[in-house]
């Protein structure tokens, strides 16, 4: 065990345990409550999977490939830390051993604690049995900073989920279940002291969708993923193969579904330009990528387990299209809802209905993406904006609209020089490439510039006279023609390390009035220079109640990453603006920066938005709405 502190695997039971001792009051439940700068400290370095070198007594860092591990480690991109000794070491290790050695003495008195305050040791197991009681650590007055560090706040408790026991064991077999209960515990602890609470995935979201100020709780070490399900696990009314069913716990991060997807000879239908979301995480804002005829992450998900009130946990799918078996939710100990309106609402809800502790998903078989990158005139593209007819463009397929289409535009360019690049991809059937698909790695066809909004950052504070030139040098640099390059999903659409100062708002639009958005968002631009620029794509319309992408038959998404500043905010504000007096209806991605008006969720989403509230009000109490709600849910007028 000394080995796994030492690295980070495990949270470091001697530092809350020492503080613990100190306080009893701070130990609820054999739960120990880490005080101080120092653990905040830590604690940030851990959500950004970061590590340093004093924090952690290294010696020396290095680097090589992840080939298993923890999850934490993954967000920092494709690589992690290993640790070589140094002279210090074995001191250090002597120091760890003792300390190690005073948890083990201190962990009875805890349980004491814990009894003391009448929380049992062992649950009651449905079929007989007894449960014990899951690992939980929080840290006290956090201060939670989001990827791109647009969103700062404090937070009372932090908590982090683990599949391990009390006693830090893990099970052999059923090896998620630490982790449920664990969010279960979390639920009750948050009822207990009347605070809100809120699941935290990968911390990319730019708006506030994952931050309370109560309970956060950090989701990432749930990976716990099966792949394929057996079919006495699968209704017999399913249609699909259950081969291709894929269990995930909420924290999985898209990075490592696309790791243990390809070495089974699957993929993700699809997922957003990078990978450092969690899954549930993605969905959950309604992330999307450029496959038009696919859709966003939340639709192909098929079911989902909630932890809602009370820390009573349900397994949601829809009615019309039921896929688990009831001996399927006996082993999960779970209630089965089959209801079309709770699943559509669930999917894109942002945490308001609970912690979702897993999801089921439908992967396909693996495929390859031709990958390219053409400049083009606005001119040029303009016609297909509206109609996705891109046979003015020279495409090599002709006029087939491509399995990922996107173009990104530089507001400042003129009409009819080049300024619009149009970046395509074609689904072919797969092959053996020159490097294996486990070492999705070591060959990625990705640039840094196909996740724009971690490239705008380098344009920085650039007075607004001298922007147009910094978007156009910069869109030079990072576009580079591309022709006809192959690679698996994973390959295409990588991980990204690029953490400037950015924001960002995206639109959802109906296709037929994207060419109007795009010319509002370039007259603004024009008008009123900020340093960003637009990137094109389009989906298929979800069902998820309060998806962005709603808008039938297709949705075009324009998102607009910029250089973080006030300006770019109030540039937000006058395309926003511009867009009304277009008449040109839209929505915003909830996982970027969102309008502060309760009106325009009301008119972005209407009866949608009434469906989304009765499921939500049939499905939880006043108290779990206030439980299950945050700054931005009453914002946007979702709260009650
Ligand atoms: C570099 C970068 C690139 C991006 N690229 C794209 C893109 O290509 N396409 C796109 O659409 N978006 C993109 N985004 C936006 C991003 O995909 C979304 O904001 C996404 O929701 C972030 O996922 P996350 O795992 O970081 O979740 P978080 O930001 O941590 O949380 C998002 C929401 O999910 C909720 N949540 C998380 N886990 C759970 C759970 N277990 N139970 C209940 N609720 C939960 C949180 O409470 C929160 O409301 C990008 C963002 C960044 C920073």
């Known amino acids: 065990m000394a080995a796994l502190l030492a690295t980070g695997l495990l949270p470091r039971p001697a530092r809350a345990a020492g503080d613990a001792a100190c306080d009893p009051a701070q130990v609820r439940d054999g739960v120990a409550d880490v005080l101080g700068p120092r653990a905040a400290r830590n604690c940030r370095r851990k959500l950004h999977g970061q590590r340093s070198e004093r924090g952690h007594g290294i010696d020396e860092l290095r680097f090589r490939d ?4 923890h999850a934490r480690h993954h967000v920092a991109g494709q690589r992690r830390v290993a640790l070589r000794e140094g002279p210090g070491a074995e001191r250090r290790k002597r120091r760890r051993r003792a300390l190690a050695r005073r948890w083990t003495e201190l962990r009875p008195t805890l349980r004491g604690v814990g009894g003391a305050c009448g929380a049992p040791d062992r649950r009651e197991r449905a079929e007989g049995g007894t449960v014990p009681e899951p690992l939980i650590v929080f840290e006290s007055n956090v201060r939670f900073v989001n990827w791109h560090r647009n969103v700062q706040v404090e937070v009372a408790r932090l908590y982090d989920a683990w599949n391990r026991w009390s006693d830090r064991s893990r099970p052999t077999t059923r090896r998620w279940e630490p982790g449920l209960r664990a969010l279960s515990r979390i639920v009750q602890h948050a009822e207990a002291d009347g605070k809100r609470v809120r699941a935290l995935g990968g911390a990319w979201s730019l708006s506030e969708a994952a931050v309370t100020r109560d309970y956060m709780v950090n989701t990432k070490p749930l990976n716990y993923v099966d792949v394929g399900l057996k079919p006495e696990n699968v209704d017999p009314a399913y249609a699909g193969n259950p081969e291709y069913l894929v269990f995930t716990q909420c924290g999985t991060s898209v990075l490592e579904l696309n790791r243990i997807l390809e070495r089974r000879g ?9 990978n450092g979301q969690t899954f549930c995480g993605a969905f959950s804002t309604g992330t999307h990528g450029a496959a ?6 939340q639709d192909y998900v098929a079911g989902l387990h909630v932890v809602g009130e009370g820390g009573r946990d349900y397994w949601v799918e829809p009615a019309s299209r039921p896929v688990v078996s009831r001996k399927f939710c006996e082993t999960l100990g ?19 209905f609970g912690l979702i502790h ?21 001119d040029r593209v303009r016609p297909s904006l509206s109609t996705l007819d891109v046979s003015g463009l020279d495409l090599p397929d002709g006029r087939g609209l491509p399995f990922h289409y996107e173009v990104v535009l530089n507001p400042y360019a003129r009409r009819d020089r080049q300024g619009a690049y149009v970046r395509f991809m074609y689904q072919r059937p797969y092959s053996a490439l020159p490097a294996a698909p486990t070492t999705t790695d070591t060959r990625v066809i990705m640039r840094p510039s196909d996740d724009v909004l971690s490239v705008i950052g380098a344009i920085g504070d650039v007075a607004p006279a001298l922007l147009p030139y910094a978007v156009e040098e910069l869109l030079e640099r990072e576009f580079e023609p591309q022709d006809g390059e192959l690679g698996t999903p994973a390959q295409a659409f990588g991980s990204t390390t690029l953490r400037g100062s950015v924001v960002s708002t995206e639109l959802g639009v109906p296709l037929l009035h994207a060419e109007n958005a795009v010319e509002a968002v370039l007259a603004v631009a024009n008008d009123f220079p900020f340093a960003g620029l637009a990137a094109v794509r389009y989906v298929r319309a979800s069902a998820a109640l309060l998806a962005f992408t709603h808008h039938e038959p297709f949705t075009c998404t324009i998102e607009l990453p910029a250089a973080g500043s006030q300006r770019a905010l109030e540039a937000y504000d006058r395309i926003w603006n511009e867009l009304e007096r277009r008449n040109v209806p839209y929505t915003l991605h909830w996982g970027q920066i969102l309008k502060n008006d309760p009106a325009h969720f009301r008119r972005a989403y209407g009866t949608r938005l009434d469906a989304w509230l009765a499921a939500r009000r049939a499905f939880l109490t006043p108290a779990g709405r206030r439980t299950f709600s945050n700054d931005l849910l009453e914002r946007a007028g979702l709260a009650s």
Do not use: C, K, Q, W
């Open 66 to 69: 992840v080939d298993a591990g």
């Open 266 to 274: 699957l993929a993700l239908p699809t997922s957003g330009a990078s």
């Open 292 to 297: 038009n005829m696919v859709g966003s992450m």
């Open 334 to 352: 779970t209630e089965l809802r089959r209801d079309d309106r709770l699943f559509n609402a669930l999917l894109v809800s942002f945490g308001s």
């Open 358 to 378: 897993a999801a089921l998903f439908m992967a396909v078989p693996i495929y390859l993406l031709e990958r390219h990158v053409r400049p083009y005139s606005y």
